[in-house]
T-cell receptor, first 109, second 113 residues
Framework: SQQGEEDPQALSIQEGENATMNCSYKTSINNLQWYRQNSGRGLVHLILIRSNEREKHSGRLRVTLDTSKKSSSLLITASRAADTASYFC?????????FGAGTRLTVKP | DAGVIQSPRHEVTEMGQEVTLRCKPISGHDYLFWYRQTMMRGLELLIY????????DSGMPEDRFSAKMPNASFSTLKIQPSEPRDSAVYFC???????????FGPGTRLTVL
């Protein structure tokens, strides 16, 4: 069963714009991870944020975590056409990893 | 490192046939996961192993599914007999620890006619 739920389900933006995706979950977590999946490929890990962290950066990626609201957001700044993919959040509950349904991001050149 | 290796990449079979999917995790990783991805159900965890021992198989849909890990470098997921509703992409992933980042293979696209 899925624990994390991404919002929106689909997002279409122009190259250069920022993209924000949200993830909500139900139970307490050890950490939350974001993954990217290009069409027809496996998932690629982007970033991991632990339950005691509030914000993390990696290149053009910024992830926030609000454990009181049980939510996380992934911000991609200055998007590129190559960022077109599906993005998934995965919540780790005592080792049990659950993935959300994903956000389909389309970046138009 | 070559990453997680899965074979075959595509499998087309007829209902009732046995299907075996294979996975070679990244060397040194002690956790191995099998997932199934469909449009309807998204990405589902089927089973995972720690040091070759199955830890949680609660996601395995039914007795037709079985998974083994005879050694640290090889795992199989078997479906017998296969049914059309088993059609999906099956991913294998491995990690260095239970709460660490997972490395996914390219997946096996299974079509059961």
């Amino acid at each position: 069963s899925q624990q994390g739920e991404e919002d929106p389900q689909a997002l279409s933006i122009q190259e250069g714009e920022n993209a924000t995706m949200n993830c909500s979950y139900k139970t307490s977590i050890n950490n939350l991870q974001w993954y990217r999946q290009n069409s027809g490929r496996g998932l690629v890990h982007l970033i991991l944020i632990r339950s005691n962290e509030r914000e993390k950066h990696s290149g053009r990626l910024r992830v926030t975590l609000d454990t009181s609201k049980k939510s996380s957001s992934l911000l991609i700044t200055a998007s590129r056409a190559a960022d077109t993919a599906s993005y998934f959040c995965a919540t780790d509950v005592s080792g049990d990893m659950r993935f959300g349904a994903g956000t389909r991001l389309t970046v138009k050149p | 490192d070559a990453g997680v290796i899965q074979s075959p990449r595509h499998e087309v079979t007829e209902m009732g046939q046995e299907v075996t999917l294979r996975c070679k995790p990244i060397s040194g990783h002690d956790y191995l996961f099998w997932y199934r991805q469909t449009m309807m159900r998204g990405l589902e965890l089927l089973i995972y192993f720690n040091n070759n021992v199955p830890i949680d198989d609660s996601g395995m849909p039914e007795d037709r599914f079985s998974a083994k890990m005879p050694n640290a470098s090889f795992s199989t997921l078997k479906i017998q007999p296969s049914e059309p509703r088993d059609s999906a992409v099956y991913f294998c992933a491995s990690s260095l620890g239970i709460s660490y980042r997972q490395f996914f293979g390219p997946g096996t696209r299974l079509t059961v006619l």
